[in-house]
């Protein structure tokens, strides 16, 4: 930074006003530096990743307390559209935006919440009515318990068609077809 009166390219300068590198260096003009081409190299973002965080996109988490408000955009002066009330509901992150996440529920409904409402602790919701939690990612083992429409669980574990989860203090494995919040293809942890 150049303080003080000072001259580039025969112009003067004003108290804290800055000159480029290029500028000082070369005594070019800034009104045709302006006008030249930008040569930087940019490589185009990962649209799998976060824009933020680089972590997947899509990705579940969930809510951390028993309210959330998920907005029209991404910032406190947009209107909220949806208000999230179930503590642990998981939520998938379809996009990023500084300290805004774009997150929807099993249903599609969803907004912008700021990311300090979310957890990475991850949980599931059963999609089936009276889903068997079995005692291993296997049909023929022995039913533990069964989970009724909606229920919120924690995820435990995931292989490839079954994943375990705790309701309730009990732990159990379901098939992945009865459970949202987690990828077809995911192994968890």
Same mark, same amino acid.
């Given at each position: 930074?150049? @303080?003080?009166?000072?001259?580039?390219?025969?112009? %003067?300068?004003?108290?804290?006003?800055?000159? #480029?590198?290029?500028?000082? $260096?070369?005594?070019?003009?800034?009104?045709?530096?302006?006008? $030249? %081409?930008?040569?930087?190299?940019?490589?185009?973002?990962?649209? #799998?990743?976060?824009?933020?965080?680089?972590?997947?996109?899509?990705?579940?988490? #969930?809510?951390?307390?028993?309210?959330?408000?998920?907005?029209?955009?991404?910032? &406190?002066?947009?209107?909220?559209?949806?208000?999230?009330?179930?503590?642990?509901? %998981?939520?998938?992150?379809?996009?990023?935006?500084?300290?805004?996440?774009?997150?929807?529920?099993?249903?599609?409904?969803?907004?912008?919440?700021?990311?300090? &409402?979310?957890?990475?602790?991850?949980?599931?919701?059963?999609?089936?009515?009276? $889903?068997? $939690?079995?005692?291993? %990612?296997?049909?023929? #083992?022995?039913?533990?318990?069964?989970?009724?429409?909606?229920?919120?669980?924690?995820?435990?574990? +995931?292989?490839?068609?079954? +994943?375990?989860?705790?309701?309730?203090?009990?732990?159990?494995?379901?098939?992945?077809?009865? @459970?949202?919040?987690?990828?077809?293809?995911?192994?968890?942890?």
């Amino acid at each position: 930074m150049i @303080l003080g009166w000072a001259f580039a390219a025969g112009a %003067p300068m004003a108290w804290g006003q800055e000159a #480029s590198i290029e500028e000082q $260096a070369e005594g070019g003009d800034a009104k045709a530096m302006a006008k $030249a %081409p930008k040569t930087r190299d940019e490589t185009p973002r990962d649209p #799998s990743k976060g824009a933020v965080t680089g972590l997947p996109i899509p990705r579940y988490v #969930s809510l951390k307390g028993t309210e959330g408000n998920a907005r029209r955009g991404p910032g &406190l002066t947009h209107r909220i559209d949806w208000v999230f009330t179930r503590e642990g509901m %998981p939520l998938k992150i379809t996009a990023e935006y500084e300290h805004w996440r774009r997150v929807e529920d099993a249903d599609g409904a969803g907004g912008w919440i700021h990311y300090m &409402l979310l957890s990475g602790v991850r949980s599931v919701l059963v999609t089936k009515d009276m $889903a068997e $939690a079995h005692s291993a %990612p296997d049909e023929g #083992s022995e039913v533990l318990f069964q989970n009724e429409l909606n229920v919120v669980g924690r995820l435990v574990q +995931c292989v490839p068609d079954w +994943c375990r989860i705790m309701v309730e203090g009990e732990k159990g494995w379901l098939p992945k077809a009865d @459970l949202w919040g987690v990828k077809p293809d995911e192994i968890f942890p």
